[in-house]
């Protein structure tokens, strides 16, 4: 079933677009045909580009304006690692793998708490970032880093599932190396959230680098059937610096985002950290339960 035509240009070359690749690209609104399976509910990029294709993009995008937010990730990771050490068994349990890590401040977070943390990124730029303090940090996807079977505690994926040209593959891959009992923990867009529903076609996580845009039913039906079981779902926002926030609103309306940054420029709030949670963002904690055979 249909829920939103394509609007990339006819005249789109996919390959030269690294730019809408970037973590902090702004390009809401632009995007392939988005669909819904009539059978399960999921819904996705229809049809969606070449996994290589996809790949050299993440591979090669640097994205400076993501060094600037540093801090906004700061403050939202302090938050979101509570929930998630207070359902880790047992404590000594410290193993940590966060797949899509970027510059890796998910991972100071972790090691701050004493967690012994890896981290895998794709985009050869953000890895660099990440390896220069001292992060334990390759550049590869899942499937090719190499790590050994039950290896790991607790993997997490930040914004990232979204992204996945298959998404059940990964986490098959991510049964295989964790633990028996480990701990998987995904954040994402809600597509099912009130805020998303009264956005429609202009709500702004519709983009080109989004591929799949689950609801916690689809996300669970997808874990359940990988080997896990969920634990527990939770609504979680995030924290953004005021001037990166007013940024936002210039696909929506350049002349509002200019006055907007100008008044906060006078009163000196544009470093200001604001919390936001429209309700549309989600976490969802789950825990193997069983081997899952790789996905073909």
């Not at 529903?197 to 702004?204: A, Y």
């Not at 990988?226 to 926030?245: A, E, H, N, S």
């Not at 940024?247 to 709030?269: D, G, I, N, T, V």
């Amino acid at each position: 079933m249909l829920l939103y035509l394509s609007t990339l240009p006819k005249d789109r070359c996919f390959q030269d677009d690294v730019q809408s690749f970037r973590c902090t690209s702004s390009g809401y609104g632009v995007h392939p045909p988005i669909v819904q399976c009539r059978s399960c509910g999921l819904v996705y990029a229809n049809p969606r580009y070449e996994k290589n294709a996809i790949l050299h993009n993440y591979e090669e995008a640097i994205d400076r304006l993501y060094m600037d937010e540093r801090e906004g990730r700061v403050l939202t990771f302090r938050r979101n690692l509570s929930p998630l050490e207070k359902l880790v068994r047992p404590v000594s349990a410290r193993k940590l793998l966060d797949i899509g890590c970027h510059i890796g401040v998910f991972l100071e977070i972790a090691q701050e708490r004493g967690w012994e943390a890896w981290g895998i990124e794709p985009s050869r730029w953000a890895t660099e970032q990440a390896q220069r303090r001292g992060l334990r940090v390759t550049a590869s996807i899942l499937e090719e880093a190499g790590f050994t079977d039950e290896f790991f505690d607790v993997v997490t994926m930040w914004d990232v599932i979204e992204h996945l040209t298959d998404p059940t593959n990964e986490l098959q891959e991510v049964n295989r190396v964790l633990k028996k009992g480990g701990l998987i923990c995904i954040h994402t867009m809600n597509i099912e959230s009130l805020f998303a529903k009264l956005m429609g076609p202009r709500w702004p996580w519709l983009m080109e680098m989004h591929l799949y845009y689950f609801s916690p039913c689809t996300l669970a039906k997808m874990l359940e059937k990988t080997g896990f079981q969920v634990i527990q779902t939770i609504t979680q926002g995030r924290f953004l610096r005021l001037g990166y926030l007013i940024s936002r609103f210039e696909p929506y309306s350049k002349r509002a985002s200019r006055l907007l940054q100008r008044l906060a420029e006078a009163l000196w709030l544009m470093g200001a950290p604001v919390p936001i949670n429209l309700g549309d963002l989600f976490t969802t904690y789950a825990r193997k339960t069983m081997e899952c055979p790789p996905h073909r």
